[in-house]
């Protein structure tokens, strides 16, 4: 071989050439070697499930066991997401029936799904501080009877979306759910497979939400709990800003902006851009959306800002672990669902702390078609109703009244003992509802504030008075007047609408004489809905059309060419503070 080289290489150009050759050679051998070895790499990692470059993204956002390595499943377990044939449509139903949201499709839908993104553009630049300026977190959530793949949805999105070192624990209470389905009978092995380190308590009998999350809260460590409803996505980002808003104020209960999941479809629906309404009550103690007050609005100067809110749904929030006991946790004298939120809502702001909603802080929400998914078992009317009174009884003082205008026939029922509540309310040193009214749920109709007349409105040739039967749209008719009668409770506004619960208007759309009035929603924006009522002549004249209110043979009410010399067109109000 040499001497054949030799010969080869005679020439000193040939030698230099073939070091050349020989060196690239090398090279070449090099490369391949890599190639080669680094495939087998790649081979044998997809082999265990994963790309290596995947599995490096993986360890990033999974890195500690709250966020076990083995990935819950990814895909659907079925593509038949619409049910087509018979067994698949009744399954549909079931599913309906019991859960009130399609389950069929819940169960073929993959637990984790990434979710658009609805923050305003502004939040992705907020600076993040330091986690260890933010505390941790313990994450509640309780739940009776959840769908399952409802509830490992929720799980897998919280351990996608939360970064571990926020994270102290995610604590479960089964508030003694019965499992009709059996579908919970595997929770426990389920959870120690994906969810290794969630904490299941179970009660041995129903306790209702309110206890259920006492006992969640009592087993948490966390600086800060925050308390989920177990039919929920979240975000990226939901939890920093919560934890940031505590960490600065920390007598602030914060909840993220509640995006809607449809029961029908499962998809998310919420409104994207920035939510401008806050939390709010009507005065049948129900909760409902507001817009913001000039105060509120003024509050704010940037998209990212905090909302400033009356009231909260209840679900969804974060409070410092240590606040929620000083203020009086729960009241425990309630019963399985409704009112706690408003109860909290007016004791945080009577009692020193805040109450508010952040914008960039996400979290999806399953609304179901109706209610519950769960038994009430001392019946749903009556264990609400309870609850409301332990609520209006404890915080309200006179204002109660409002809510017996409106449902006068619960005034003597028995809503228990509540003398530790009252208690606790001294011991906070907790200021009035009259004052909760007048710097915090500044909008709400107050007779005599901003509502200077109220009804029943009575006619004085007939002494038949306005009455919605109960009604939020159709024409208004004429009856009987009544002193307890909520269908003839309307109150007379400062913006001149006459309003009838809460937010039900007496508007015409047709400015004709003898037109009908209608009932139709309070839009607020004035037009059809003004009326001007005149305490001298009693004429309530419709301001666009310019007649006045009267009332026609067939006891309806209707609007008329002005005439203060007919007694038809003559009203009386129950109570003026003019
Ligand atoms: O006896 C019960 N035991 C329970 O553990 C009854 C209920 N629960 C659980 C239940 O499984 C669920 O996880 O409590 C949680 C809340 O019950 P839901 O989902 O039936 O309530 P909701 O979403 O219809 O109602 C809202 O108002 C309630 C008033 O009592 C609670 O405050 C809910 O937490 C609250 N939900 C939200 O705020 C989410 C957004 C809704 C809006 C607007
Ligand atoms: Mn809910």
């Known amino acids: ?18 070091l050349l050759v020989l060196t690239m050679l090398i ?48 895909s659907p377990h079925s593509s038949n997401i619409e049910p087509i044939t018979d067994e698949e449509k009744t399954e549909y139903k079931t599913g309906l029936d019991r859960y009130g949201f399609n389950k069929y499709k819940s169960d073929r839908l993959p637990w984790y799904r990434p979710l658009s993104d609805f923050r305003d553009s502004q939040c992705l630049s907020q600076p993040i501080p330091p986690h260890s300026e933010l505390g941790v977190a313990s994450i509640v959530i309780i739940f009776v009877n959840e769908a399952f793949s409802v509830l490992m949805r929720s799980l897998t999105s919280i351990t996608r979306t939360t970064p571990s070192d926020l994270l102290r624990e995610i604590i479960l209470v089964d508030d003694a759910s019965d499992d009709p389905t059996g579908e919970l009978a595997n929770l426990t092995s389920t959870l120690n497979k994906y969810f290794p380190s969630v904490k299941l308590l179970r009660h041995s009998s129903r306790r209702g939400l ?17 308390f989920l409803d177990s039919h929920i996505e979240c975000m990226e980002g939901w939890l920093e800003p919560l934890l940031k808003r505590i960490a600065d104020y920390p007598s602030t209960i914060v909840c993220p902006v509640i995006d809607i999941i449809s029961w029908e479809t499962m998809e998310l629906v919420g409104t994207p851009g920035t939510l401008e309404l806050q939390g709010s009550f009507s005065w049948s103690m129900d909760f409902r959306w507001r817009g913001l007050s000039q105060e509120s609005k003024a509050l704010r100067t940037s998209p990212t800002d905090a909302i400033r809110s009356e009231a909260m749904a209840g679900g969804l929030f974060a409070i410092r672990r240590k606040y929620f006991f000083d203020i009086g946790g729960y009241d425990e004298g309630m019963e399985i669902w409704g009112a706690e939120n408003i109860e909290m809502s007016f004791r945080i702001w009577m009692c020193g702390g805040k109450l508010e909603i952040l914008p960039c802080s996400r979290v999806a929400h399953i609304f179901r078609e109706r209610h519950s998914s769960y038994s009430f078992p001392q019946g749903s009317s009556e264990t609400i109703t309870k609850n409301v009174l332990r609520t209006i ?17 619960n005034r003597n029922l028995p809503y228990g003992d509540i003398s530790e509540r009252l208690a606790l309310k001294e011991r906070l040193e907790c200021k009035s509802f009259d004052w909760y009214l ?23 040739g007939t002494s038949l008075c306005i009455d919605s039967e109960g009604r939020t749209s159709g024409d208004v008719k004429m009856h009987n007047c009544k002193l307890d009668a909520p269908n003839q409770y309307f ?59 009267s009332q026609n043979s067939d006891q309806a009410l209707i609007i008329e060419y002005c005439d203060s010399l007919s007694p038809n067109e003559q009203w009386e109000f129950e109570k003026t503070y003019f």
């Open 1 to 18: 071989v040499l001497g054949g080289l030799h010969y080869l290489c005679r020439g000193r150009k040939k030698r230099i050439w073939m």
């Open 27 to 74: 090279f070449l051998c090099a490369l391949l070697i890599s190639i080669i070895y680094t495939s087998i790499l790649l081979i044998r990692s997809t082999f265990k499930g994963m790309s290596l470059s995947e599995k490096e993204s993986l360890r990033d956002i999974l890195p500690d066991p709250l966020r076990p390595f083995i990935l819950p499943p990814d």
């Open 210 to 226: 309110m206890r259920a999350r006492l006992t969640g809260a009592s087993e948490a460590t966390g600086d800060v709990i925050v």
């Open 393 to 409: 009884n404890v915080w309200m003082g006179e204002y109660k009244e409002e809510y017996f205008k409106r449902r006068p026939y």
């Open 438 to 460: 007048n710097n915090i749920a500044t909008e709400m109709l107050v007779p005599g504030k901003n509502v200077p007349a109220i009804g029943p409105i009575k006619n004085r």
């Open 491 to 549: 109150l007379y506004t400062d913006k001149n609408e006459l309003i009838w619960d809460d937010d039900t208007c007496l508007d015409v759309s047709d400015y004709k004489p003898g037109t009908h009035v209608t009932l139709y929603n309070c839009h607020g924006q004035g037009g059809n809905q003004l009326f001007e009522f005149n305490q001298i002549s009693g004429l309530i004249k419709h301001q666009i059309s310019g007649n006045c209110l």
